[in-house]
């Protein structure tokens, strides 16, 4: 379906969020029409307020748990709070959040033909016991822990998307996003770089959590973001899930060390116990991305954190 100008009409849930306002900017940028829907849990206007005055972009509030009646050509599904201490502030609305804003997104998908993608996370594979994560990997999650609202809602709205898919033959693309940081993360979310960062700069103590010695690996958000989009422009008879992610693996103290480095800072490391179901290891296993999308990363850990850092200085002087 396209509209009469042959612009693209493309929906994105959780668009004024931090990863949904860079691929707002990035579609517009495109040539697309964009339609951002987010009810301003976690996002802010600061993200988009520099779209606003864009003739191609608008912006409405909706909660995703609530149908949605709008014509579009794709949907970006990305709405949902992705930090423990924001998912973990309310869990029941979370997992709604996820499911119902899942079907309802599906659904609108269904009644206007529409291709969906799907803002899936590296949380459904919980604390792995295969390493590096591949897409057949089932995972390991606890069904009941306090990470389980965030896990296994996206779980859940992971089987939604393969069911519309089996029985509506919905176009639907998953991705399994990995960690990804850069300019417009929260300050005070939570999230080890923003954390670590945000705490450089003030001169803070650096927490880390456990000995330090849990990995992760960090995508730098244009690389994410660009993934996103390749995935939505794959044929349709793949669907993924596939991994979006850097596969270049960090100890947590390798990165509070290089962000102390990056910064100048003079902050000292301060360890503390590890939270409950941290996983301990987390490493994508990009093949398939590579093979189908023909997308890596190419932004190294040193040069994203630099814009990362730039970010959070210009932040902190407007705040
Ligand atoms: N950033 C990451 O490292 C990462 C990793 C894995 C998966 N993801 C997924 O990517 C998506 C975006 O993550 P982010 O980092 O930009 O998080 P974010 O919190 O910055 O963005 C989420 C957006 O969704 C909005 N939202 C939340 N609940 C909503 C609801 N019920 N209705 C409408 N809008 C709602 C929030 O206001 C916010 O703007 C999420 O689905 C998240 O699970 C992100």
């Keep these: 379906m396209r509209h009469y100008n042959s612009r693209k009409r493309v929906l994105i849930t959780g668009g004024a969020g931090f990863l949904g306002s860079h691929l707002c900017e990035r579609l ?6 964009v339609l951002c829907a987010d009810n ?11 779209l606003l005055a864009s003739p191609n972009f608008e912006l409405i509030r909706h909660d995703v748990t609530f149908p949605l009646y709008v014509e579009v050509d794709e949907i970006y599904n990305l709405a949902c709070p992705a930090s423990p201490i924001h998912y973990q502030h309310d869990p029941v609305q979370t997992t709604k959040t996820s499911v119902h804003g899942a079907i309802n997104m599906l659904g609108l998908a269904k009644r206007v033909k529409a291709r969906i993608l799907q803002a ?3 949380e459904v594979y919980g604390d792995p016991h295969v390493h590096p994560q591949t897409e057949d990997y089932w995972g390991h999650v606890n069904p009941i822990g306090v990470r389980s609202c965030y896990d296994e809602g996206k779980r859940c709205a992971e089987t939604l998307f393969f069911d519309y898919h089996r029985q509506h033959q919905l176009r639907i693309k998953v ?4 960690s990804t940081y850069g300019p417009r993360m929260y300050p005070s979310d939570g999230r080890v770089v923003s954390n670590f960062i945000v705490q450089a700069l003030k001169g803070h103590p650096i927490t880390v959590y456990g000995d330090g010695s849990q990995t992760r690996s960090f995508c730098y958000v244009d690389d994410l973001i660009e993934g996103l989009i390749r995935l939505m422009a794959t044929p349709d008879n793949f669907t993924g899930p596939v991994n979006v992610g850097n596969p270049n693996e960090f100890t947590i103290l390798e990165l509070a060390n290089k962000v102390i480095a990056l910064t100048g800072s003079k902050s000292k490391i301060e360890f503390k116990p590890l939270p409950s179901d941290d996983p301990v ?6 093949t398939l991305a590579r093979e189908t999308m023909n997308w890596t990363p190419s932004t190294g850990l040193d040069e994203g954190l630099r814009m990362a850092i730039d970010y959070f200085r210009m932040d902190a002087v407007h705040s």
Aim: hydrophobic share 35%.
């Design 28 to 33: 517009l940028g495109a040539g697309d029409d």
């Design 40 to 50: 301003f849990f976690t996002g802010t206007k600061d993200n988009i307020a520099h």
């Design 120 to 122: 899936s996370t590296s």
């Design 175 to 178: 991705a399994r996003i990995f």
């Design 281 to 286: 290891q987390r490493q994508p296993d990009i």
